[in-house]
């Protein structure tokens, strides 16, 4: 069976979709699959998927003349494919109508009462119910079972994926501290970070803060702060996902990059203040998620809107603020322990 698969974005989203490929794959499926150009590294290195076709929307929205070309010449490029089953694993129009675009094969998507955006299923032929309360992967598991035409399986999930090459090579005993995030949010305070680099240090190990897109500054001033740190060199995604296949382990807040360690089996935390950790918490016999138990959280929100927010310092908010660096280390340090011992 040869499928076209839509899942485009975040790369959270994405490292989330790699156990339902897994699963699929295992049973002799291939995919085809569309993603945002930015995350064409870690899509083609899933087990299963023969092809990677970049959309770049993201970009387009900033270029609208070319953009526009580029679109109409990927939605012909589509239209000439054909596939036995098109499956929307967004749940978005936008992902909807490029579903539409594909000229054969079943479109197969989440029902109204699943989809992220409820009228995104009239793009489909047929409808899967999935209830929005399970994690993440489960709800992707249950989908790409039920569409592709098998039972859904009960073991853990599995995250078949190779490593990309990177030309950097990290510091012996690395650890990464994925300080990053789209979400105003989701930051940590910074002081947290530097407390966490010292006590990476402390215990033998070289704390290594990735970057992208204007995070350069923040991983500077831990560094000056802790001087035995590591700010990595300007690198692309390929680049960053390789960096973390050899480190020692990872302490982030919710981001795809620490989602993506924890796929690679590394030992894991994740620190959650806004989004769910139940609904969206890194898995794994190495993984743990933290999260601050306060009433609002989470809240799934952008913008904090509790009076005190303001008072928090370095801009975080109260929950994220909530969560300890000691605890958060003691986590990591702690898993570390029995990632070396066995």
Known sequence: MKVLLVKMSSMGDIVHSLPAVDDAARRGVRFDWVVEEEYRPLASH????????PVAFRRWRHAPATGMKELLAFRRRLRERRYDVVLDA???IKSAAVACWAGFGERVGFDASSARERLASLGYQRRVRVPRNSHAIIRLRRLFAAALG?????????FRLGLPRSDVSPPDNAVLLAHGTTWKTKLWPEDYWTDVARRAVEA????????????????????????????CPPMDLSEVLGLVGRTRGVIGVDSGLVHFGAALGRPTVMLFGPTDHQLTGCRGPHARNLSASLACSPCRSRACRRPDAARVANGATPCLAAVAPGNAWAALAEMMGRDASG
């Open 46 to 53: 899933a087990e299963g998927v023969e092809e990677v076709l």
């Open 90 to 92: 967004q749940g978005l």
């Open 150 to 158: 098998y039972e859904q399986p009960d073991t853990e999930p599995t």
């Open 204 to 231: 033998g190990y070289t704390p290594v803060l990735p970057w992208l897109d204007g995070e350069r500054t923040r991983a500077e001033r831990i560094a000056t702060a802790v001087p035995e740190a590591w700010v």
